[in-house]
């Protein structure tokens, strides 16, 4: 099964949980606590990521705006997105722990 969710839902992902915990140990990332070093650039992988452009006022990204056809501002922000993997890991499946007990 494959879902799109934010990481903000999510407590923990566990991936390579086996049967055998003594030799495999399970690889578990803490969306808040992940950095961009736990991510690769991979056009095939299974993370898309969302950085918004700008939050410098010196870069030509915070100068930019996004307009309604009367020229009216709009709360619209510009974002670049990319595909990627995490770090070490080179599998598709894991264990999610959401945030809320019900999921």
Not at 6 to 13: A, K, T
């Amino acid at each position: 099964i494959e879902q799109d969710l934010p990481l903000q839902d999510v407590r923990s992902m566990e991936f390579g949980a086996t049967v055998n915990l003594a030799l495999d140990k399970p690889k578990i990332f803490m969306p808040e606590s992940m950095s961009q070093s736990d991510f690769i650039a991979n056009d095939d992988g299974n993370v898309v990521l969302t950085c918004p452009l700008g939050g410098n006022s010196d870069s030509w990204a915070s100068r930019i705006r996004i307009l309604t056809s009367d020229y009216a501002e709009t709360n619209f922000i510009l974002a670049k997105q990319f595909r990627a993997s995490l770090h070490g890991i080179h599998t598709r499946s894991c264990v999610l722990h959401f945030h809320d007990d019900s999921r």
